[in-house]
């Protein structure tokens, strides 16, 4: 692993209020449970992380474009954006660096409108259905991608 191993985890709209949120669906980690099991991803495959949210569609893209120098690779739960964003397809698309997008719900169960992901459509790789877990096999599969 070289010294540029540095990931970066984006999280999209409405996942800053997890546990509050539709508990059926997304149970009651928080956003904060996620970064924890992140750091701890990240400690163990020796990345360094910079974990961030937002709920603007704008703010992502201009994140996404920090990953063209500053990053190795990219952890992504773009949230409903996932559905309805040519601008952050377009914005992974235009990556040379490894995206893994997450969901913690199987999308694929749900609204047909979920099955819609323009962001699958770009990405390297998709854990959806696995909860929290998702961002902990994403940060593994970036290892295996990286080391
Ligand atoms: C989600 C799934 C999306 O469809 C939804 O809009 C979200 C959360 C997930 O993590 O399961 O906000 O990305």
């Known amino acids: 692993m070289t010294d540029s191993a540095r ?53 992502l893209v201009e994140w996404l474009h920090e990953a063209l120098d500053d990053f190795a690779g990219v952890v992504i739960n773009p949230a409903a954006y996932a559905h309805t964003s040519v601008a952050l397809h377009d914005a992974v698309e235009a990556l040379t660096v490894p995206v893994v997008e997450v969901h913690l719900s199987n999308t694929w169960k749900r609204e047909p409108f979920r099955h819609v992901d323009h962001v699958a459509t770009a990405a390297t790789a998709v854990f959806a259905g696995a909860g929290a877990d998702g961002y902990r096999l994403a940060v593994l599969h970036l290892a295996t991608l990286l080391g």
């Open 7 to 59: 990931i970066l985890v984006l999280n999209g709209p409405n996942l800053d209020i997890l546990g509050r949120r539709d508990p059926a669906q997304y149970g009651t980690v928080t956003l904060g449970d996620i970064e924890d099991i992140v750091r701890g991803a990240c400690e163990d495959a020796g990345f360094a992380v910079d974990f961030r949210q937002t709920n603007r569609e704008g703010e």
